[in-house]
């Protein structure tokens, strides 16, 4: 008979290995400090960024379910319940670091109050900050109206807007709360014998919300136990802030007023939900909109006034006939003047960071040349060539001015381009330090490395230094004789140091050493220092080639990889990627009749050309390998030129598509599409 499990922990994947990794190294630790039976499961949904043979690798004991799709959230968490055999489960996200005692603390607390169902804990953004989300209510009608509505963010501490996260309720406390987060939700196994697991009719979100509420139905109690904290880089996974996710969260809010509530009350609950949905989209999609033209708009508003003076002043001292210009010329004929130059400077590079004056001025070069062209074979729009010159040298110079004129008023320096490299300590041994050094050289990250900050107890006090005031702050220095011993070591000083040494050397980002500091330590020292929040995070886990962070709680993670080298994230290549999509899908649609009699999956072929428009597809891509940010998904892979002739494995099939990322060049994607052109339907 096998023996009894205390803990299962049961962590869905997709396509955040170094998340994962990171994880998993967290809850080994805690499953130490526990001392008693624990299974670990690792479901993966069909991750294509080498997680599978990660976990394989480095986690031997981890029990793996390989999916070959993606079920959602909710199918995949079942099918390792299905096999959890702890009086414990629980649902921890893969982008999570927990605490050493967090395992045993949540067993204690649940072992003293039996009538516990399910159990959440503080979480904390990559910031060290509170997620109020640790702690939520039920949301009804009009807990959900008040929080769609900016009700509940706007009165947060309110009894009555404030229910959704119940920010009355202090966070430094335990309460009993309605519903627990899917990020971490330890339950009862007994608890969930009796209400069932989770509900498959949500594919990611809400599902956590209806399983919460049916342990309140069953009789069990939900509690937010604060005595433990994690980590929770939000948002990895998903984008919180995309309108696809508004979409879905939404949506996971009807399914659950439908089933849970009264058919007349879940209806207008649906119908103001699907009005907030809306509005929220179209908000997002308006911020969005505002937020990259404006720029654009700016510099086409400079362009139009600085014509309209150039063309009076042509007007009145360099014509030959001294007669205005038609009306058409400023109403129609300079604003396509201005399309050619801001879309010539975009296609050139000059909207990319940073800023170079080359891009910019080739860019409106080739517009004016265009325009200049284009304009001799339109005899009734064919108007005074010097002032298309003119226009063109006044676009570059308004186009270069106004970013110098951003600079100016942002970062207070009148230059073109504002580079603010990034001072950068290290908190963790000189070993680990130098380790960390080589890791960004080899990344290709721009930061000044200013030294390491030590988490053993050598500098003070100590007869090498000496106490000096700075302002309120007290600082202990190293005297010469301790410089010049420990120089070559860049030694900043030890831990308990830090927010001076922040002051100091004016920080923008420290890098925890995972091998020397313990979860606990490095949330800690997170927590103590919310006086700076111009100051980011990061975590280098113990053994591992990833640099994990996040800026703020509404940004996702982040990391520093090799991927950051590859030339098809660059912004040059993206856009001429996405050009080069629009026109092969534009001249197949209309070479239709005659391309469909070589293509194997007519209807397939069609659908993906309107895909490949839309920007949801891209005719070739990574398939097998994943990018370091969210490109449009592939039809074709580069390893589909080797795999007509000989069968390949996985991890050859991502290597030949890291290849094709790091080299990428539009011309190849031509070559694939002509090679594979029977496939182009494939889905």
Request: hydrophobic fraction near 45%; charged fraction near 20%.
């Amino acid at each position: 008979m096998p023996a009894p499990v205390k803990l299962s922990v049961i962590i869905v994947n997709y396509n955040v290995c170094y998340f994962l990794e990171q994880a998993l190294l967290s809850v080994e630790r805690a499953v130490e400090k526990l001392g008693e039976p624990v299974e670990v499961f690792v479901v993966d949904n069909n991750s294509v960024d080498g997680s599978v043979a990660m976990v394989r690798n480095r986690f031997p004991d981890v029990i793996l379910l390989e999916n070959h799709h993606n079920p959602g959230f909710s199918k995949a968490n079942n099918q390792a319940l299905k096999q959890a055999r702890g009086e414990y489960v629980l649902l921890l996200n893969p982008d999570t670091v927990v605490e050493e005692d967090t395992f045993l603390r949540c067993c204690e607390f649940m072992d003293a109050h039996p009538d516990g169902g399910g159990l959440g804990v503080k979480m904390l953004d990559g910031q060290g900050c509170f997620l109020p989300e640790s702690k939520r209510g039920l949301p009804t009608p009009w807990v959900a109206f008040y929080k769609m509505f900016g009700l509940a963010k706007l009165f947060p501490k309110s009894r009555r807007f404030g229910q959704y996260h119940l920010g009355y309720l202090d966070k430094d406390e335990s309460h009993e709360v309605a519903v627990l987060s899917g990020a971490f939700m330890l339950m009862r196994q007994t608890a969930l014998a009796e209400v069932g697991l989770l509900d498959e009719d949500y594919f990611m979100y809400g599902e956590d919300i209806d399983l919460s509420y049916r342990l309140t139905q069953g009789g069990w109690k939900n509690y937010y136990y604060p005595g433990t904290r994690i980590i929770h880089y939000k948002g990895e996974s998903t984008k919180r802030t995309s309108v696809n996710y508004v979409f879905v969260f939404y949506r996971a809010m009807v399914i659950f007023a439908r089933k849970h509530f009264a058919p007349g009350r879940a209806g207008a609950f649906s119908f103001l939900i699907n009005m907030a949905i809306w509005l929220r989209a179209g908000a997002a999609l308006g911020q969005r909109f505002f937020t990259q033209a404006t720029p654009v708009l700016l510099d086409g508003a400079m362009i139009y006034g600085g014509m309209y003076f150039l063309k009076t002043y042509w007007e009145e001292n360099h014509r030959y006939v001294r007669i205005p210009y038609p009306e058409k010329y400023m109403l129609a004929a300079v604003p396509v003047y201005i399309l050619f130059w801001l879309a010539s400077a975009y296609l050139s590079g000059g909207y990319d960071k940073p800023t170079k004056t080359s891009r910019i001025v080739r860019g409106i070069f080739i517009g004016t040349v265009l325009i200049s062209a284009f304009s001799n074979f339109l005899d009734a729009w064919r108007f005074s060539k010097a002032l298309i010159v003119l226009g063109g040298a006044w676009s570059a110079a308004a186009l270069i001015g106004r970013r110098m004129v951003h600079n100016l008023v942002v970062h207070h320096k009148f230059s073109l381009a504002v580079y603010h490299q990034k001072n950068v300590a290290i908190v963790g041994s000189r070993q680990e330090s130098e380790r960390v050094r080589q890791l960004l050289e080899q990344f290709g990250v721009q930061v000044r490395v200013i030294g390491f900050v030590t988490p053993d107890v050598v500098m003070v006090p100590s007869p090498n230094f000496r106490r000096t005031a700075v302002g309120a702050a007290t600082v202990w220095e190293m005297t010469e004789a301790a410089q010049a011993t420990t120089a070559a070591e860049d030694l900043l000083g030890e831990v308990r140091q830090l927010e001076d040494i922040i002051r100091m050397y004016e920080l923008n980002e420290l890098i925890f050493c995972g091998r020397d500091l313990s979860a606990s330590q490095i949330i800690s020292l997170m927590v103590r220092l919310p006086q700076h929040p111009e100051v980011a995070y990061k975590i280098l886990p113990q053994d591992s080639e990833y640099i994990i962070g996040s800026s703020r709680k509404d940004a996702p993670g982040d990391y520093y990889t090799l991927d950051i080298t590859l030339n098809l994230v660059h912004p040059q290549h993206v856009r001429n990627k996405r050009l080069l999509d629009m026109f092969t899908s534009l001249l197949l649609l209309v070479l239709l009749p005659l391309v469909l009699l070589f293509q194997r999956h007519k209807a397939g072929f069609v659908r993906n050309c309107f895909r490949v428009l839309s920007g949801s597809r891209t005719w070739v891509g990574l398939r097998y390998a994943a990018a370091p940010r969210r490109l449009a998904r592939a039809i074709l892979s580069p390893a589909d030129v080797a795999q007509a002739t000989a069968a390949l494995s996985e991890a050859t099939r991502r290597r030949l598509e890291l290849l094709y990322a790091k080299d990428y060049v539009t011309g190849t994607d031509l070559r694939i599409m002509l090679r594979c052109f029977r496939w182009l339907g494939q889905e």
